[in-house]
Each structure stands twice: as structure tokens, then as C-alpha cells.
């Protein structure tokens, strides 16, 4: 069995590590690129959003390499997601690829058909192998998470934000193939470290930017052309509102603090949505309210076209920015995004942002 998944930022890490630890053979997908999106974009439906285009061409590459086996995520609600395992499925049958496809359903209370799920792939494995393959992966994913918000945090005060983005990149390296928790927690120790070694300018007030949107995009660097880092080396601070263990803990654990912390979100929407519209649609909009009473100077929109919930949510965001004023950039991606355009209107948002910080702190704008 040749075990293959779909990329998602840097899911591939924490999802490689559980697999190999299990004593699967893994074939990555190679990293997304302008061939696995021309793949998806010939073989999947044309009103099919971006994310499901990607996903088939990760699967094709993976495929060319041998892959026979490929997991997948479920889902359930208004957005599309779950209906990408079936619809890839079908896609793939028809261009006459062999493989069998094992499709992961969201935990639904009963932790007995949860795992029912996993007997496939895991049917020779004892429970402790599972146990340990899973707290290495998850201890991975944290820390990744840990990382790329420091990374965003401090890439705003850094003389040079480009050197901050290298020895984040060199962490990520580093860690693919460690699979000790303490040597993980020590890699991102010393990465701090050699961030703060840079020269920093503490006496900086960057700009603060939240990112909200649909996880995928969000997440993906490749969909939304490295906003993360495009925003980080122009001096401005980036809070994501979106990192994937946060949304593992929250779907698959139910813990007391997710819990905690989505009912703020649902409050602080409330005023202008008052129920679940699918997706992140919800989280879009308490996110945005939430980000500006932290205090943020914008929010930038990540949404794939055709994306229900996310237009459901972008109609509501003019008049959270009206009541707030609180600029907001909507940016709708698909796979005629030009990084031209998509540069001009980020650095014009950065300069409405620098002016009316200037205008707000009594500055002089020339």
C-alpha cells in the first residue's frame, strides 16, 4: 500500500510523520505548482472552487508516482467539502487512474464509528503504535503553528523581514525528519532565537493585519500567493485567524478552551450573522469584529470563487467595516489570479492602512 494526501500549507509535515511512524509507505504529492493546478483545472468541473482543482492535481501527481491509495477528509454542512472525496473519486475513475480512496468523516460524538473508519489502513496495528504515531504528529503540527505565528509576529519589527522568513523556512526543513517531541520542542526554541539574534527594532509601531477567509486559501500559500509573507516584508504584523491544530482540536477534540473561544466568535458575529452559514462564512465575520477590538489596523478576506459561505460572508463585511472603521480587503482567488493585480491592490490596502494610522495618531500625511 502507497499511501498519498492532498496538500494543505504545511499539513504534509504532521500527516508524513504519522503515516511513516505507522510503517506506511507515504508518497507525497510534489509541492503545488502552475502543472498541478492546469491538471485540476482540465479534469475538474469549471464552477468547482479552487481548492477541489488543487487537490486533483495533487492526486494525478501522486498517482504518476505510484501512489494506490489515497486519504481524504470528509465533511458536512452548506460548503462543498463534503462532496470533494466523491467527486475526486469519479474524476479520477474516469480517467482511468487504480486506486482505492479511504474518506476520513468528521467526528460525530461516538468515538467507536470515528475510528471504525481508520481500520483499513491501521487493521495491523495496535492501539499504542496509533497512540504514539498520533502524539508525534500532533506535537508537529503545534509547534509548526507555533513557529509560522512567532514568524508573523516578529517578521513586523525586523529590520530586514526577509531574514526572519529564512530561518522560519530553514526550521521547517529541519524538523520534516525529526521524530523526537524534545528535539521538536528544541528546534523551535532555537528558532526563536535565531530570530531575535536579527537585528529588531523594538521602537517600531508596524501596521497589524488579521487574515480571515476560508481555511484552504488561508492556509495554502500557493492560493494566496505567500500573503503571509508578502504582508510580513512590507513591516506589517499578520495574525491568521486559521491554523490547522487549532481547527483539529476544535473538530476532533471539542476541547472546553475551543469551545470557549468559538462561542466569542459566535457573539461577537451576532450582530450581523446569527447562525452557521457553512465553512469558516461565521468565523469570517466574528473574526473580524474580534480583530478589531484587539486593536488591528485592517483585515484581508481569503476566499476561493464560488465559495458559498465566504460570499455569504463578504456581502456582511461592508457593513461590519462601515460600523467598525475597520478596513476590510475582500480577495477572491481562482486560477486566473494574476500576482501582479493581486500585489498593486495589497500595497494600496498597506498605504490606506499607514495613512489612516498617520491620521489616527495625530501624524502628518505627505
Given at each position: ?335 486566473h489570479t494574476g500576482e501582479a493585480g493581486y500585489i498593486t491592490r495589497l500595497e494600496a490596502f498597506v498605504d490606506l492602512l499607514e495613512r489612516k494610522q498617520q491620521i489616527t495618531t495625530g501624524g502628518q500625511v505627505i
Amino acid at each position: 500500500m502507497k499511501v498519498t494526501f492532498p496538500h494543505m500549507g504545511q499539513m504534509n509535515l504532521s500527516v508524513k510523520t504519522l503515516l511513516r511512524e505507522l510503517d506506511l509507505e507515504v508518497v507525497e504529492p510534489p509541492p503545488i505548482t502552475d502543472r498541478t493546478l492546469d491538471l485540476g483545472v482540465k479534469h475538474a468541473p469549471e464552477f468547482a472552487c479552487l481548492p477541489l482543482k488543487i487537490n486533483i492535481g495533487n492526486y494525478i501527481e501522486a498517482l504518476e508516482k505510484g501512489a494506490d491509495t489515497i486519504i481524504m477528509a470528509g465533511g458536512c454542512g452548506p460548503c462543498r467539502f463534503g462532496y470533494y472525496g466523491e467527486v475526486q473519486r469519479e474524476i479520477l475513475k474516469d480517467l482511468d487512474y487504480d486506486f482505492e480512496m479511504v474518506i476520513f468523516e468528521p467526528f460525530q460524538g461516538s468515538w467507536q464509528n470515528f475510528l471504525q473508519q481508520f481500520k483499513f489502513i491501521f487493521k495491523h496495528l495496535s492501539w499504542w503504535k496509533l497512540w504514539s504515531a498520533w502524539k508525534l504528529a500532533w506535537t508537529k503540527c503545534q509547534l509548526i503553528d507555533e513557529a509560522a505565528e512567532y514568524t508573523n509576529k516578529l517578521r513586523g519589527y525586523a529590520v530586514n523581514p526577509e531574514l526572519v522568513t529564512e530561518v522560519y523556512e530553514d526550521f521547517l526543513m529541519e524538523i520534516e525528519d525529526l521524530h523526537d517531541r524534545e528535539r521538536l520542542q528544541s528546534a523551535v526554541i532555537e528558532m526563536k532565537n535565531q530570530i531575535l539574534d536579527l537585528e529588531i527594532d523594538w521602537q517600531k509601531e508596524p501596521l497589524k493585519v488579521g487574515i480571515v477567509g476560508e481555511i484552504y486559501v488561508v492556509l495554502e500559500p500557493f492560493t494566496n500567493l505567500n500573503l503571509e509573507k508578502k504582508l510580513g516584508e512590507m513591516g506589517v504584523i499578520v495574525d491568521r485567524s486559521i491554523y490547522l491544530s487549532d481547527w483539529i482540536s476544535e473538530h476532533l477534540f471539542s476541547s472546553s478552551v475551543d469551545s470557549e473561544e468559538h462561542r466569542r466568535i459566535e457573539e461577537a458575529a451576532e450582530p450581523y450573522l446569527k447562525h452557521f452559514v457553512g465553512g469558516h462564512g461565521l468565523e469570517t465575520i466574528g473574526r473580524t469584529v474580534l480583530y478589531n477590538q484587539e486593536g488591528y489596523n485592517g483585515v484581508v478576506q481569503l476566499a476561493p470563487f464560488t465559495c458559498m459561505p465566504e460570499i455569504v460572508a463578504e456581502s456582511i463585511l461592508p457593513e461590519v467595516s462601515r460600523d467598525l472603521d475597520l478596513p476590510v480587503l475582500s480577495l477572491t482567488l481562482d486560477e486566473h489570479t494574476g500576482e501582479a493585480g493581486y500585489i498593486t491592490r495589497l500595497e494600496a490596502f498597506v498605504d490606506l492602512l499607514e495613512r489612516k494610522q498617520q491620521i489616527t495618531t495625530g501624524g502628518q500625511v505627505i
